[in-house]
């Protein structure tokens, strides 16, 4: 498939001035080449031995949270998510049951692979903790899939929306692409120059998301990216990925950062932060207050 969008630079030792305006200006850059070859190849196999993994520990194949067997590196907490109508067969093969992924979380230091590029990849650290203009921690790592023609839309929403870190101007994601993501795969769609005023308030439809006013979905840019791209963006930054219609697989990683004078805060204490332009609490653990309460007064 024809990559046939924005062209973007190859990263160089250090960000340019163009690059470092365009990031405050709109929110985001993405550079090509993050990744080389051979480590989108070690990523992609990193990523199936870890699943493989999480389900032969786990006999019932369930969805959500649980603790792996003693013979992992440490025991540790994964998430796993299949794609929304799929519950797993325990016939099916591992590959099958791969192709069904939608989501894993909290794995990174679980596969030395994943340590070595959320803490020590060149590129990486250095592109993060120049737009943070400060030592970088991370706070969440997922790998998202979107499988051939069933993978899921994920709505417009923004990443702080999720987050308990303050300030809220001080959390970047990166987005790096396994797989060709384009347009018909699902690439990552955002809102430039958004990022900037005041948090969108969310909801909860069928996910965590921006209500549908505040914002103008025909103004979305696509990023388009190669394999071993990256899009590096503020968590203000509205993004959504459209479902996958096509025959391809689209891998990515997404690697979440707070610069090191951030401070995590209380659900409570954040939803006093995380506020719109009218005072709304906005965050998603708001937006759950909210729909609990109203389930409550209508009985």
């Known amino acids: 498939m024809q990559i046939t969008g924005t062209k973007f630079p190859t ?9 470092l ?5 709109e929110g985001y850059i993405a550079l090509e080449n993050v990744l080389s070859p051979e480590e989108v190849a070690e990523a ?22 649980f603790w792996n067997s003693p013979d992992a590196l440490t025991p540790h907490k994964f998430f796993i998510q299949y794609e929304p ?37 060149p590129v990486i650290r250095n592109v993060i903790e120049t737009l ?35 300030p809220l101007d001080a959390t970047i994601g990166c987005w790096i692409a396994l797989d060709e993501a384009t347009v018909e795969n ?18 909860h439809g069928f996910d ?21 791209g990256a899009m ?14 096509s025959p391809l697989r689209r891998r990515a990683l997404q690697f979440h950062y707070r610069a090191a004078h951030t401070t995590v805060l209380s659900k409570e204490d954040y939803d006093r932060v995380f506020v719109d332009k009218d005072g709304v609490a906005s965050s998603c653990h708001a937006a759950s207050v909210r729909r609990k309460q109203a389930r409550q007064d209508n009985g």
């Open 132 to 166: 943070l203009g400060d030592q970088a921690i991370l706070y969440q790592d997922m790998a998202l899939v979107k499988p051939p023609f069933i993978g899921s839309e994920k709505p417009w929403h923004q990443d702080n929306a999720y987050f308990e870190a303050a």
């Open 11 to 19: 990263y160089s030792p250090e960000l340019n001035a163009e690059l």
């Open 44 to 65: 992609k196999t990193a990523l199936t031995e870890l699943f493989q993994r999480i389900v032969l520990n786990d006999g019932s194949l369930k969805e959500g949270k």
């Open 85 to 121: 109508g799929y519950r797993p067969d325990p016939n099916s093969t591992l590959d099958e049951l791969e192709l069904k992924l939608r989501k894993v979380m909290w794995f990174t230091d679980q596969h030395p692979v994943f340590e070595y590029m959320v803490s020590n990849h």
């Open 186 to 203: 699902g690439c990552m769609h955002v809102l430039p120059g958004r990022y900037d005023q005041a948090p969108l308030e969310h909801y």
């Open 232 to 245: 590096f963006f503020s968590g203000l930054l509205p993004h959504q990925t459209p479902p996958n219609s």
């Open 208 to 228: 965590c998301q921006i209500v549908e006013s505040k914002i103008e979905p025909g103004k979305a840019v696509p990023v388009e990216l190669k394999p071993g």
């Open 21 to 25: 305006e365009q990031y405050r200006n």
